[in-house]
């Protein structure tokens, strides 16, 4: 089985200030996760994935994060907040491990980000 | 390429009532997961579908069903509505739906009176 730990539901930064969301997870399995982007009355949009291939993962709109297998995280980080980059979001861990894990995503709780001028 | 399409965007029913939410992925896109989202329980898997099968299921009750058509389309349906049932709900299509990322459209609200 698998789950994730969102700490954090709500994150405050100041407008060019460094954003750190945390996420923990646990997985039986070696894990795939992805950090969503959520938006006022819109769906998720995918910001990046881990898939095994190179610990730190550079998404879209300046956002990464980093595979840490020993502290089982990963931390979605922005160097310089931007207005824009409020909104809420998800951490989410996939572990195939047959039918049980087909097409499910498992999410956090979330963290709203709240980015002052 | 167009992304995912859900519909409609809002509805509003009353208790007792059943209702159908209609997804179309994207192109190409065999596999086709639904999402419950409310404030109090966050997102909640309810089901995938893969050539026109269902392979996974989550927790919810019977009166949660779907299906996927042979064009990969798929549709939800909740009978019996009750209150709590008010939520976002959401689609997601991949390619397989074997540890890839998912790809949303903008959900249905659905509001029980």
């Known amino acids: 089985a698998q789950s994730v730990t969102q700490l954090g539901s709500h994150v405050s930064v100041s407008e060019g200030a460094l954003v750190l969301l945390r996420c923990n997870y646990s997985?039986?399995?070696?894990?795939?996760l992805f950090w969503y982007v959520q938006y006022p009355n819109q769906g998720l949009q995918l910001l990046l994935k881990?898939?095994?291939?190179?610990?730190l993962v550079k998404g879209i709109n300046g956002f990464e994060a980093e595979f840490k297998k020993s502290e089982t995280s990963f931390h979605l980080t922005k160097p310089s907040a931007h207005m824009s980059d409020a909104a809420e979001y998800f951490c989410?861990?996939?572990?195939?491990?047959?039918?049980?894990?087909?097409?499910?995503?498992?999410f956090g709780q979330g963290t709203i980000l709240t980015v002052h001028p | 390429k167009a992304g995912v399409t859900q519909t409609p965007r809002y509805l509003i029913k009353t208790r007792g009532q059943q209702v159908t939410l209609s997804c179309s992925p994207i192109?190409?896109?065999?596999?086709v997961s639904w999402y419950q989202q409310t404030p109090g329980q966050g997102l909640q898997f309810l089901f995938e579908?893969?050539?026109?099968?269902?392979?996974n299921k989550g927790n919810f009750p019977g009166r949660f069903s779907g299906r996927q058509f042979s064009n990969s389309r798929s549709e939800m349906n909740v009978s019996t509505l009750e209150l709590g049932d008010s939520a976002l709900y959401l689609c997601?299509?991949?390619?397989?739906?074997?540890?890839?990322?998912?790809?949303f459209g903008d959900g249905t609200r659905l509001s029980i009176l």
């Open positions: 881990y898939t095994s291939a190179a610990t």
């Open positions: 997985s039986s399995v070696p894990p795939y």
């Open positions: 997601a299509s991949s390619p397989t739906g074997n540890n890839q990322p998912q790809h």
């Open positions: 989410a861990v996939s572990a195939y491990a047959g039918g049980t894990s087909y097409g499910k995503l498992t």
């Open positions: 579908y893969f050539s026109e099968t269902q392979r």
């Open positions: 192109s190409g896109h065999r596999s």
